[in-house]
């Protein structure tokens, strides 16, 4: 299996990543699990964690045939990587690609790709099934309010809907932002109080 996390929202991809590592060792208890940052990415250099992660796949475990490999910052930062002519080809690209390609048959291998890019022209049939793609753009508007609004309740706050509004203006599709002021309304708050945060108190906590 192959699953690629992707998009600029680090927020709720790196929330979405802690939810299937949590989920992961509780189906595949005895399952090895390996991560590996590759930082300027896989076609332009890091040649040791590629290595370190083709042994780590073709390692044979002792007790269970399971495996989760998390890769990241495979794409890299530099360039637009949907361009077709600009990149350099290089042999551990094209290694890779085969691996995935591999993996995503493969009912013990899962290949988990954490990128804040969407992938090289090459890799686009990570984007057809039975691979699993999800993206995670900046949210605007009224889906960033839901976002709030749904934060908060994780939280077991809730928040007036002025104050939503002006949560939603402040932060601007700041996932990271919004999160803090609810986690330090919270905090403030205290849990044995369940009024909702107004406005006013909103701007006298936050200095609006």
Same mark, same amino acid.
């Given at each position: 299996m192959v699953i690629l996390l992707y998009g600029s929202d680090s927020y709720r991809r790196l929330k979405r990543l802690k939810k299937l590592l949590g989920a992961y060792p509780e189906k595949n208890p005895q399952a090895m699990v390996g991560r590996f940052n590759f930082g300027d990415? #896989? +076609?332009?250099? !890091?040649?040791e964690q590629f290595?370190? *992660?083709k042994a780590f796949i073709q390692n044979q475990p002792l007790f269970s045939p399971k495996k989760l490999a998390i890769l990241e910052n495979v794409w890299g930062g530099s360039e637009? !990587?949907?361009s077709r002519g600009s990149r350099k080809t290089k042999t !551990? #690209? /094209?290694?890779? =690609? =085969?691996? @995935? +390609?591999a #993996?995503? !048959?493969?009912?013990? @291998? /899962?290949? @988990? @790709? *954490?990128? +804040?890019k969407s992938p090289p022209v090459a890799f686009d049939f990570l984007f057809k099934k039975p691979a699993i793609a999800e993206q995670f753009t900046e949210l605007k508007g009224q889906k960033f309010k839901l976002f709030i609004e749904n934060e908060a309740r994780e939280l077991e706050i809730a928040i007036q809907e002025d104050a939503l509004d002006l949560l939603t203006a402040n932060f601007k599709g700041d996932g990271w932002g919004a999160a803090t002021e609810i986690a330090k309304l919270r905090w403030l708050r205290g849990e044995a109080d369940s009024r909702p945060v107004s406005l006013i108190e909103l701007m006298a906590v936050s200095g609006y």
């Open positions: 990415s #896989a +076609e332009n250099g !890091s040649a290595q370190e *992660f637009n !990587s949907r !551990s #690209a /094209t290694e890779l =690609k =085969k691996i @995935l +390609e #993996a995503i !048959s493969s009912p013990d @291998l /899962t290949i @988990l @790709l *954490f990128e +804040e």
